[in-house]
């Protein structure tokens, strides 16, 4: 009989940003909202970087934590965006998660929260579709996924016995971060890179229009420095006030760019789409390792017809493909694939791209004092 090899002691402890980021180069890739610059842009949260050490004291994992005290209370909500970065891939993820809530408790922690970066389920652009076509289809969830990743459903399957609780909610955005994402493979299934024109051909004739038509008509796409990013915040409000959301002020994505890119400079990049000196489009990206994410845009009412956001798109998945990046992640979609639901055009725009969607493990709780959390969750109803 074989014998089994019992899991390394693992203790977790406070750890330096400088120790953070170094483990984070070492690996393939890992959320932006799990570095340590991540934890300044959060200001009103309280952060702390912790680590996983093996028995022989080497760290082996690390992650962001956020505090958000409760008011009137010195006890706050632990949590750990699109993380912690460990090894997701194995059978005993309690020896993983306890010292990290173990070591959360003792920090004033009344309940973690965590969003395991670990795929379950992919849909291709040709299922979503047909989705979007089937007027019996409301729910990306109601298709047979094309891929379901079992190292996924492990993790699932594992946080609802150690008591965990999903956080969810059907057919849209969850409170935290996204579920759903719609994402570009960057990389054959072998690990090769795809040219561009490979994933060009991958997109839909609309969109390979656009960006021939945005070319013609003479878009100028390039980089901005921190002194641009007025000028994208201006057009931001403007996009926030056709499109019915609230922006952020100029002041966050100025700390935005300054954490981010203490880290290095591909953790921020600010794009710039012109048309004849006039801004048409505008858009953040984001690099940590292989894994290159669209995280804000904006455009112009006017000289839409120019097509402006589609070649700035193509110039940020030009870059990440020059970059070695494995994805080029567009960020959240809602569950829903109801032709008559307003959030449906978000996914047909991302779509267009020729990608996948992709359903992450999503967003879980572990109340560590479950009267603090009850009363936790009734103020939360209350704000809503």
Known sequence: MPSVRPNPVRTVRT?????HSAHLASLPSASFLQTPGWGKVK???????????????????VALVLYRQLPKLKRSLAYLPE???IDWDGDDLAAWLEPMVAHLRKAGAFAVRIGPPVPTRRWSTAQVKEGIADPDVRLLSQLPPEERSP?????????????WRHQGVEGGFAAGQPQFVFQVPLRH??????????????????WRRNIKK??????????GGREDLKAFHELYVHTAQRDHFTPRPLRYFETMYDALRADGDERFTLWLARHEGDLVAATIAIRVGEHAWYSYGASSTEKREVRGSNAVQWAMISDAIAAGAAVYDLRGITETLDADDPHVGLIQ???GTGGEAV???????????RALYKAFQIYLSRRG
């Open 43 to 61: 200001a009103e949260w309280r952060h702390e970087s912790i680590g996983w050490f093996d028995a022989e004291d080497r760290l082996v994992g």
């Open 359 to 369: 359903e992450y493990a999503g967003e879980w709780d572990l109340p560590v004092n």
């Open 189 to 206: 299934p072998d690990g090769t890179q795809r040219t561009e024109d490979e994933v060009l051909k991958g997109m839909n004739q609309l």
């Open 349 to 351: 725009f991302k779509v």
């Open 15 to 19: 750890i330096t940003a400088a120790e």
């Open 214 to 223: 945005a070319a013609k008509s003479g878009v100028e796409v390039t980089t």
């Open 151 to 163: 190292v996924g459903a492990r993790v699932v399957a594992q946080l609802h016995e150690l008591g």
């Open 83 to 85: 993380g912690p970065a």
